[in-house]
């Protein structure tokens, strides 16, 4: 069967997320954000995966490099720059249109040259006051080497004309935007008009501010952002601690070679060419862009109405929970589970509080893998620390572009007597996961956390995500056992309920998929249903392309990279695969085996990729509670019947939504949302 390259499989995702910035239906500024998400998604993929095929590529020699797909590795690169062109010639063209519908509705986004006489005293006021103080223009001369340029921030490339001077001079200004340096700057204006700047424009209304010692007869800024490899090294040294090593390896990756400059379209060679040689880059390595970079920023555009947000849905409370009572009891009588962001993570928060404070409770294990900038969770372990607990974090450290938030993490939980365990070289600690111990009756009664994302309070805002609560004591003990595994690695173990890879999780899955097989061809239902963010492993591919063969149904949702190849979605097809792109991004994993009838349902922290299979460690839990499946089965049924949100995957290239047909419009994520809300 046809395997889809992984990097175009991905491009084919961000450009959903792009159309979601397209459609008119979306609220005029989440249009803007979308953009944002859009592209932070492509700056990180070329920092990763463009990065890696560059890397792959240097290796060839006279040997043809492929991709674990097969695929040419230099035929793929060309590929995914085309693309990527293609999609930036979009992403421009909707930003304007964007632009042109919010001054219908009065929202005006205002360059440098069409303020009022009040909004350039505004502006020049705060370029005095806010932003002078941060920057120091770098002079860039032909002789000598260029200062480093992180990939953290947009600069302003300079080129003054100096009168009588036989060249232009030229200078790069690093632009001061943060996470306490806004990017937009709401303007003085009429009630009627809302009006906002961004800093960019500020700094280039105040160039004379900044140079005006040199005697130039003309001045002109233009923005360029710089892409790096984002490998992170960490070395081998067995002197140093793993924390150590991070945080040099941290600084190593700060100064990653450059991949790609994107630069204004209207910069003057000489000044492109000054770069492009600085930087040693080549033009393959160079893309001509709008006046504007690094425009992720535009997920923090100012609310400036609310009629132009999606409406504020509040997170509901789990029925069978109640506030200022203990789970704890509640999950000794039923299990229970969790499907964030329409629930609220404020019970996680409270089941962690509970136990931090909770005399009977002895003990608290916690796995970590991203956290809240100013992290509840971490808050909360450490006054469980200080109220006598044993305390017991597994963080792993090599959580891509979070890694210094998870220093910063251990070095709190550490400093409060918590014991810190960190994942091993080449197999990262994935698995969400908490362990409760409790002293009841004279007997030790373990609790189990088993969810699919991370415990961070912001995110669970804005991810779909499950988590099941329960008191089932071969789960917990199952729980309890991955817990001295990562204590004492050497120890070999066995689970009773519990998947846990990098050890049992392919070989269980398979065996579940050739039971399908086996029994489709004896004539028996069959059929594999699965939700996940990506699926690119090959061997399960190749595997579920043999059980459609075989007559296997198969359904599945998937958000990201879908390197399967589907029919498709017609009724009479074997294999079926959609993905969903909507407010939330669609991050809960599911699989369901029709199993001979005995039918097995798993929540899980892994997707179907190598990575999470054989090189970390992730939990699948089955579900047993009859409420919960039927939860569970209705999830995916709303799910695969939307029609509004919902892309075929058989046309990738094209991302083409599901048709509707007969059915009425559904548009899941609106559709659980009332679902839960009914249960209440």
Same mark, same amino acid.
């Given at each position: 069967?046809?395997?889809?390259?992984?990097?175009?499989?991905?491009?084919?995702?961000?450009?959903?997320?792009?159309?979601?910035?397209?459609?008119?239906?979306?609220?005029?500024?989440?249009?803007?954000?979308?953009?944002?998400?859009?592209?932070?998604?492509?700056?990180?993929?070329?920092?990763?995966?463009?990065?890696?095929?560059?890397?792959?590529?240097?290796?060839?020699?006279?040997?043809?490099?492929?991709?674990?797909?097969?695929?040419?590795?230099?035929?793929?690169?060309?590929?995914?720059?085309?693309?990527?062109?293609?999609?930036?010639?979009?992403?421009?063209?909707?930003?304007?249109?964007?632009?042109?519908?919010?001054?219908?509705?009065?929202?005006?986004?205002?360059?440098?040259?069409?303020?009022?006489?009040?909004?350039?005293?505004?502006?020049?006021?705060?370029?005095?006051?806010?932003?002078?103080?941060?920057?120091?223009?770098?002079?860039?001369?032909?002789?000598?080497?260029?200062?480093?340029?992180?990939?953290?921030?947009?600069?302003?490339?300079?080129?003054?004309?100096?009168?009588?001077?036989?060249?232009?001079?030229?200078?790069?200004?690093?632009?001061?935007?943060?996470?306490?340096?806004?990017?937009?700057?709401?303007?003085?204006?009429?009630?009627?008009?809302?009006?906002?700047?961004?800093?960019?424009?500020?700094?280039?209304?105040?160039?004379?501010?900044?140079?005006?010692?040199?005697?130039?007869?003309?001045?002109?800024?233009?923005?360029?952002?710089?892409?790096?490899?984002?490998?992170?090294?960490?070395?081998?040294?067995?002197?140093?601690?793993?924390?150590?090593?991070?945080?040099?390896?941290?600084?190593?990756?700060?100064?990653?070679?450059?991949?790609?400059?994107?630069?204004?379209?209207?910069?003057?060679?000489?000044?492109?060419?000054?770069?492009?040689?600085?930087?040693?880059?080549?033009?393959?390595?160079?893309?001509?862009?709008?006046?504007?970079?690094?425009?992720?920023?535009?997920?923090?555009?100012?609310?400036?109405?609310?009629?132009?947000?999606?409406?504020?849905?509040?997170?509901?409370?789990?029925?069978?929970?109640?506030?200022?009572?203990?789970?704890?009891?509640?999950?000794?009588?039923?299990?229970?589970?969790?499907?964030?962001?329409?629930?609220?993570?404020?019970?996680?928060?409270?089941?962690?509080?509970?136990?931090?404070?909770?005399?009977?409770?002895?003990?608290?294990?916690?796995?970590? +893998?991203?956290?809240?900038?100013?992290? #509840?969770? !971490?808050?909360?372990? %450490?006054?469980?620390?200080?109220? /006598? @607990? $044993?305390?017991?974090?597994?963080?792993?450290?090599?959580?891509?572009?979070?890694?210094?938030?998870?220093?910063?993490?251990?070095?709190?939980?550490?400093?409060?007597?918590?014991?810190?365990?960190?994942?091993?070289?080449?197999?990262?600690?994935?698995?969400?996961?908490?362990?409760?111990?409790?002293?009841?009756?004279?007997?030790?009664?373990?609790?189990?956390?088993?969810?699919?994302?991370?415990?961070?309070?912001?995110?669970?805002?804005?991810?779909?995500?499950?988590?099941?609560?329960?008191?089932?004591?071969?789960?917990?003990?199952?729980?309890?056992?991955?817990?001295?595994?990562?204590?004492?690695?050497?120890?070999?173990?066995?689970?009773?309920?519990?998947?846990?890879?990098?050890? +049992?999780?392919?070989?269980?899955?398979? #065996?579940? !998929?050739?039971?399908? %097989?086996?029994?489709?061809?004896? /004539? @028996? $239902?069959?059929?594999?249903?699965?939700?996940?963010?990506?699926?690119?492993?090959?061997?399960?591919?190749?595997?579920?392309?043999?059980?459609?063969?075989?007559?296997?149904?198969?359904?599945?949702?998937?958000?990201?990279?879908?390197?399967?190849?589907?029919?498709?979605?017609?009724?009479?097809?074997?294999?079926?695969?959609?993905?969903?792109?909507?407010?939330?991004?669609?991050?809960?994993?599911?699989?369901?085996?029709?199993?001979?009838?005995?039918?097995?349902?798993?929540?899980?922290?892994?997707?179907?990729?190598?990575?999470?299979?054989?090189?970390?460690?992730?939990?699948?839990?089955?579900?047993?509670?009859?409420?919960?499946?039927?939860?569970?089965?209705?999830?995916?049924?709303?799910?695969?019947?939307?029609?509004?949100?919902?892309?075929?995957?058989?046309?990738?290239?094209?991302?083409?939504?599901?048709?509707?047909?007969?059915?009425?419009?559904?548009?899941?994520?609106?559709?659980?949302?009332?679902?839960?809300?009914?249960?209440?």
């Amino acid at each position: 069967m046809q395997i889809n390259n992984r990097e175009l499989s991905w491009l084919s995702f961000n450009e959903r997320v792009l159309q979601e910035a397209q459609d008119k239906t979306v609220p005029l500024i989440q249009r803007l954000r979308f953009l944002g998400i859009f592209s932070n998604n492509q700056d990180e993929f070329i920092k990763v995966r463009v990065a890696n095929l560059i890397r792959m590529n240097s290796l060839k020699g006279e040997k043809t490099i492929k991709t674990v797909e097969g695929y040419p590795v230099q035929d793929i690169l060309e590929q995914v720059h085309a693309r990527m062109e293609k999609s930036e010639q979009l992403f421009s063209r909707t930003y304007r249109e964007i632009l042109a519908e919010m001054e219908k509705n009065n929202l005006f986004v205002l360059n440098e040259k069409q303020l009022t006489k009040r909004q350039i005293t505004f502006c020049r006021d705060y370029f005095s006051r806010e932003i002078n103080p941060l920057i120091v223009p770098l002079l860039v001369r032909k002789s000598t080497k260029l200062p480093f340029l992180s990939d953290k921030y947009i600069y302003h490339a300079v080129r003054m004309q100096i009168a009588h001077a036989k060249h232009p001079r030229f200078a790069i200004i690093r632009m001061p935007v943060n996470s306490r340096s806004p990017r937009f700057i709401e303007l003085p204006s009429t009630r009627a008009r809302k009006e906002i700047i961004f800093i960019d424009d500020i700094i280039r209304l105040c160039l004379d501010k900044i140079f005006f010692m040199f005697h130039y007869e003309a001045i002109s800024a233009h923005t360029f952002k710089l892409i790096r490899d984002a490998q992170l090294t960490v070395d081998d040294d067995i002197t140093k601690s793993l924390m150590e090593k991070m945080e040099e390896g941290l600084e190593s990756r700060m100064h990653g070679d450059p991949v790609r400059l994107i630069y204004d379209k209207t910069m003057p060679g000489d000044l492109l060419e000054i770069l492009i040689s600085k930087l040693k880059l080549n033009h393959f390595q160079t893309q001509a862009g709008g006046r504007y970079h690094m425009l992720k920023h535009l997920m923090q555009f100012p609310v400036v109405d609310e009629k132009f947000e999606y409406e504020s849905l509040p997170a509901l409370p789990h029925p069978d929970l109640t506030p200022f009572s203990s789970i704890l009891e509640v999950i000794r009588e039923k299990d229970i589970f969790f499907n964030f962001p329409y629930h609220t993570f404020d019970h996680v928060i409270d089941l962690l509080r509970e136990a931090a404070i909770d005399p009977k409770v002895e003990k608290i294990c916690m796995t970590l +893998y991203r956290t809240a900038e100013r992290s #509840k969770v !971490i808050n909360v372990l %450490i006054s469980a620390a200080e109220n /006598g @607990k $044993e305390v017991i974090v597994m963080e792993e450290l090599m959580a891509r572009f979070d890694e210094e938030q998870n220093v910063e993490n251990s070095e709190k939980l550490l400093k409060a007597g918590i014991k810190v365990i960190h994942g091993f070289k080449g197999l990262k600690i994935h698995a969400k996961l908490i362990y409760i111990e409790r002293k009841e009756k004279r007997e030790v009664k373990g609790y189990a956390y088993i969810g699919t994302g991370n415990f961070n309070e912001t995110t669970a805002r804005l991810y779909t995500d499950f988590g099941l609560l329960t008191y089932d004591a071969e789960i917990t003990q199952d729980v309890k056992t991955v817990f001295d595994f990562l204590v004492n690695p050497h120890k070999q173990v066995h689970y009773k309920q519990l998947i846990v890879s990098p050890y +049992y999780m392919r070989d269980t899955f398979e #065996k579940a !998929i050739r039971n399908e %097989i086996k029994n489709s061809r004896k /004539g @028996k $239902e069959a059929w594999i249903y699965a939700k996940m963010n990506s699926l690119t492993d090959v061997e399960i591919i190749r595997l579920l392309g043999k059980a459609a063969e075989a007559g296997v149904k198969i359904k599945l949702i998937i958000r990201g990279a879908c390197c399967l190849q589907p029919e498709p979605a017609r009724e009479n097809s074997p294999m079926k695969a959609i993905s969903i792109v909507d407010k939330y991004l669609e991050h809960a994993r599911m699989i369901m085996f029709h199993n001979g009838g005995d039918e097995k349902v798993y929540i899980l922290s892994a997707d179907w990729m190598t990575r999470n299979l054989d090189n970390r460690i992730e939990a699948a839990v089955p579900v047993h509670a009859p409420e919960i499946r039927e939860t569970i089965w209705d999830v995916f049924k709303i799910q695969w019947n939307d029609t509004v949100k919902a892309r075929d995957l058989a046309y990738q290239d094209e991302n083409r939504y599901t048709t509707k047909g007969n059915k009425p419009a559904c548009r899941s994520q609106e559709a659980l949302y009332e679902y839960y809300k009914n249960k209440i």
